[in-house]
């Protein structure tokens, strides 16, 4: 099956720092990318949808300026927390669909911990 | 709106028993997808149902979509430990790619 990379796989950050993540798929083109929010024993909860080339869709609720998304090529989306708090604790996951396709493949998930 | 309910949420079973998870809309999908996700990973896909009625099998596992579309199950025959993990399904929505996702099932099977 494809293949999408997410990196880091964990990270840790101080209060008011910014940390970026990386959703990268490694082996097709994906026009659309989607990033989740995980709490534990909980489903996903979709954050934004990335398209390449253009302003990310977000969800309601979900602050634009504080999860920056960057979808610059046809195989990589980022997504930046900018100033993060504690609160932003969480495990955050990236899907890409294939073009044309309606089966999107999933990243390894992002466990971040601001402290 | 189109939902996915998923049950049951919860399920510990022993080792060798047989299990059947639900996932049901009101909503008619083009498709549905079934993953599984453990502790720290992202989700993976299991399988993709598309024609009403159809039956797919995976080694112990046997997936089905309702005839109209609305539902489907997971069926696992003699389960085993390796098989722990959360279930989800999803399914497209109607306007775009974006996908409706199930509360999932947290499945626990005991040696």
């Known amino acids: 099956g494809a293949v999408v990379s997410q990196h880091p796989s964990r990270v840790i950050c101080k209060s008011g720092t910014s940390v970026k993540i990386e959703c990268r798929s490694l082996d097709f083109q994906a026009t659309t990318m989607f990033w989740y929010r995980q709490f534990p024993k909980q489903s996903l909860m979709l954050m934004a949808t990335s398209n390449e080339g253009s302003k990310a869709t977000y969800e309601q609720g979900v602050e634009k300026d504080k999860f920056l998304i960057n979808h610059a090529s046809l195989t990589l989306s980022t997504l930046t927390v900018t100033s993060a708090h504690p609160e932003d604790s969480s495990f955050y996951i990236c899907?890409?669909?294939?073009?044309?396709?309606?089966?999107?493949?999933f990243g390894q998930g992002t466990r971040l911990t601001v402290v | 709106t189109q939902l996915l309910e998923q049950s049951p949420q919860f399920l510990s079973i022993q080792e060798g028993e047989n299990l059947t998870v639900y996932c049901n809309s009101s909503s008619v999908f083009s498709s549905l997808q079934w993953y599984r996700q453990e502790p720290g990973e992202g989700p993976v896909l299991l399988v993709t149902?598309?024609?009403g009625g159809e039956v797919k099998k995976l080694k112990r596992l046997t997936f089905q979509f309702g005839d109209a579309r609305k539902d489907s199950s997971l069926h696992i025959t003699a389960a085993q430990p390796g098989d722990t993990g959360l279930y989800l399904c999803a399914g497209p929505m109607d306007s775009n790619y974006q996908l409706i996702w199930g509360a999932g099932t947290k499945l626990i099977i005991k040696p």
């Open positions: 899907s890409a669909l294939i073009v044309a396709g309606t089966e999107a493949f």
């Open positions: 149902v598309v024609t």
